[in-house]
């Protein structure tokens, strides 16, 4: 089991006018960041993929809706496809290897970060 202490990003519509957005901006930086986590990590994507993708709470939600929230289930944007789709996107050149998505997650924590089964 590996963690990424990186917050996921969702994987953007990206076109000639985008490019320079501030959400395009930490699509790059997170893909960046994941590429040297792994690098560092020696993690490489197998055939099977089993992502727990944790998403920070907001900061203007209170201590008492963060306790309640904290390791449920994330039921909001950003999609679980984009967040797999940007995963798969910074650390492979093409997602054909993978055959089995076996459990794909998209929980609230604390803080943002990747863990990898």
Request: charged share 25%; with cysteine.
């Amino acid at each position: 089991m590996l963690t990424f202490y990186i917050t996921p990003q969702p994987q953007p519509r990206i076109n000639y006018k985008g490019r320079f957005t501030a959400r395009a901006k930490r699509y790059y930086q997170y893909c960046e960041d994941l590429k040297k986590e792994a690098l560092i990590n020696h993690y490489h994507v197998g055939e099977c993929l089993n992502i727990t993708f944790y998403l920070p709470m907001p900061k203007s939600w209170s201590q008492k809706k963060k306790a309640l929230m904290d390791q449920q289930p994330h039921r909001q944007k950003p999609d679980l496809s984009n967040l797999v789709k940007a995963f798969e996107d910074a650390l492979l050149k093409e997602d054909c290897q993978i055959h089995t998505y076996q459990e794909i997650d998209k929980m609230w924590g604390k803080t943002g970060m990747i863990i990898i089964h």
